[in-house]
């Protein structure tokens, strides 16, 4: 798994910063951070973010982006 970098705004929002572990491109992902926090609890991603599309989620989960994920 790819480090990742979080940072939390005013906004309440958070921006997940990494590294593909494939390309080694650099990845960021903002996402709310009640539902960020709701994911880190142990729910499930993709019942955080059910409508968000799998590679997505996996970009938000590794950093691993759409077109590197296998």
């Known amino acids: 798994m790819a480090t990742l970098e979080l940072i ?3 906004r309440n929002t958070v ?3 990494g590294k593909c572990m494939f ?6 992902v903002t996402v709310d ?3 960020y926090d709701l994911w880190q ?8 973010w ?3 599309e799998p590679e ?8 691993t982006h759409p077109d590197c994920w296998p």
Not at 41 to 46: A, D, F, P, V, W
């Open 8 to 10: 939390k705004d005013e």
């Open 15 to 17: 921006s997940i910063l």
């Open 23 to 28: 390309c080694e491109g650099n990845t960021c």
């Open 33 to 35: 951070a009640d539902d």
């Open 41 to 48: 609890s142990g729910e499930l991603i993709q019942n955080v």
């Open 50 to 52: 059910p409508d968000t």
């Open 56 to 63: 997505q989620r996996e970009l938000i989960r590794t950093g």
